[in-house]
């Protein structure tokens, strides 16, 4: 990365990167065996911003990206160099993994802005005690709450009013004013929806959808033995 940029600044003055318009993280071996995916390699998709290259090229939530211009990806950090190391629009290809199966994908980059990248009570319900959401309390997400977390007013989903800091959902991330919109990858449009699927889902892991406003990401929480 530092020969590409001084070799940038010797001839032309600036530094331009290219932007595939994706939210990625490494894999672990719970996100990988959620999305029945073999070992921990590749760059999972946790978000993807609408409108940009990585949007129109089909990629989606939850896809691991395992190759980028016929290199094999390792981790995260190694995507975000190759992206930002190729010119704005070059057209390239990669490939993602997804249901089950590899598929090649294509998309133009475009630039990356350098400059950019630099409680109440709770009238909801609560996570089933044996469920590994146990210390975790919702209640529905409204139009007037969702715009004032700076997300649209159209969102759906249960938002957490609180989380209990020993527990298994805290240890896995998850934080008080998160808008969960799915639940091992099903929607959750309200308390009632999001007590269900706890219920369905047991004692086993369970996968969330979890949105902010600075964007979304998959968590997931492990119950507590």
Not at 178 to 202: C, H, M, T, W, Y
């Amino acid at each position: 990365m530092a020969r590409n940029v001084m070799d940038q600044l010797i001839h032309s003055g600036k530094v331009t990167r290219g932007k595939l318009g994706l939210t990625i993280s490494d894999l672990n071996s719970d996100l990988a065996a959620q999305f029945k995916y073999q070992g921990t390699r590749g760059a999972f998709v946790q978000d993807v911003e609408s409108g940009q290259p990585a949007e129109r090229a089909g990629i989606k939530p939850g896809d691991i990206i395992t190759e980028f211009q016929g290199q094999r990806i390792e981790d995260s950090s190694q995507l975000r160099n190759l992206v930002a190391q190729t010119a704005p629009g070059t057209a390239v290809r990669f490939k993602v993994w997804r249901d089950g199966s590899e598929r090649e994908l294509g998309a133009t980059l475009t630039a990356l802005d350098v400059k950019g990248a630099g409680g109440g009570r709770s009238a909801g319900g609560s996570g089933p005690a044996e469920s590994a959401l146990s210390g975790v309390r919702v209640e529905n997400l409204t139009a007037e709450t969702a715009q004032r977390l700076n997300l649209p007013a159209t969102m759906r989903g249960v938002m957490t009013t609180d989380v209990d800091p020993d527990s298994a959902a805290a240890d896995a991330g998850l934080q008080r004013g998160d808008v969960i919109e799915e639940v091992n990858r099903q929607p959750v449009r309200s308390v009632n929806e999001f007590n269900a699927a706890l219920q369905k889902a047991g004692k086993t892991n369970v996968l969330l959808r979890v949105r902010r406003p600075e964007g979304a990401l998959f968590i997931v929480v492990r119950p507590r033995e």
